[in-house]
């Protein structure tokens, strides 16, 4: 019996207002110096429609500030090329008419086309990869626990310090951050998602510590276990076999530091 395979699904991810970002921020910024306008198209206004580019590009140059429709088929790495990040909304859409990529094994699930179709608006977390929910909840989470673990800093300095060093230590000798959860992200399409949580994570963290007046090397380490925390949930499914990667995932997730009040996987 053949197997069933899972239909594609593209998705582009636009501004908070719906509109898509330029497919290239340079020309964009040296465009508006020119005093141009730069085209767009609001998704919000099509759902359900099929929708031409306002100003389309050569196929598949990026000749202008907005080329193309660029969609991805992998949405762990969708906000590799927007703007400013985060928020985003998501949307999934058709692509019609003649379609084009940039080829080579770096892009395997980009596709341009000048015509699409809005199907429908999805959940945002989506572009962290199938894992969005659970990165999420640890980003909504984190102001409450960077602040919980500044005061434990301030409660107890020298022996919060000497735990927090030994556990930084091993972070830094296995490269469960740089590598384990890097390669573990590019090999599943997952690396802009890790990115962009990464530094939310860290911002997050770090504002919150500040205001709880924590010193900067005691933010330097809260910094890295939200970034650690939130790699770990990220990739918790792809860091979990053998005693050795279990041991990587804890560090990740901080659980000789006391992880109890994080988000279960």
């Not at 929910?133 to 409450?144: E, F, I, K, T």
Request: aromatic share 10%; glycine share 8%.
């Amino acid at each position: 019996m053949a197997r069933s395979t899972r239909p594609v699904v593209h998705y582009i991810a636009t501004r908070p207002d719906g509109t898509v970002p330029p497919t290239c921020e340079d020309l964009a910024r040296y465009y508006s110096a020119q005093g141009e306008t730069i085209p767009t198209i609001n998704l919000a206004d099509h759902i359900g429609e099929t929708v031409d580019h306002p100003s389309p590009g050569q196929k598949w140059y990026t000749d202008k500030p907005f080329s193309y429709f660029h969609m991805y088929t992998r949405p762990g790495e969708i906000l590799e090329r927007i703007e400013d990040g985060w928020p985003v909304r998501l949307w999934e859409v058709e692509p019609l008419g003649e379609t084009g990529n940039w080829g080579g094994d770096n892009y395997p699930y980009w596709l341009m086309s000048h015509q699409i179709r809005v199907v429908r608006e999805t959940e945002a977390w989506r572009a962290f990869g199938h894992r969005g929910m659970q990165v999420m909840a640890v980003l909504a989470q984190l102001p409450d626990l960077a602040r919980q673990w500044a005061d434990e800093w301030a409660a107890d300095p020298e022996g919060t310090r000497r735990t927090y060093k030994a556990w930084e230590e091993r972070v830094n000798a296995t490269h469960a951050l740089d590598w384990w959860a890097h390669y573990r992200a590019q090999y599943s399409r997952r690396s802009a998602g890790l990115a962009t949580a990464n530094q939310l994570a860290g911002d997050a963290a770090a504002q919150a510590a500040t205001d709880a007046g924590a010193e900067p090397h005691v933010l330097a380490m809260i910094r890295l276990r939200a970034r650690c925390l939130v790699a770990g949930q990220l990739m918790h499914d792809r860091i979990r076999t053998g005693e050795y990667e279990q041991s990587i995932r804890a560090l990740l997730l901080g659980t000789a530091l006391d992880t109890s009040a994080a988000v279960a996987v």
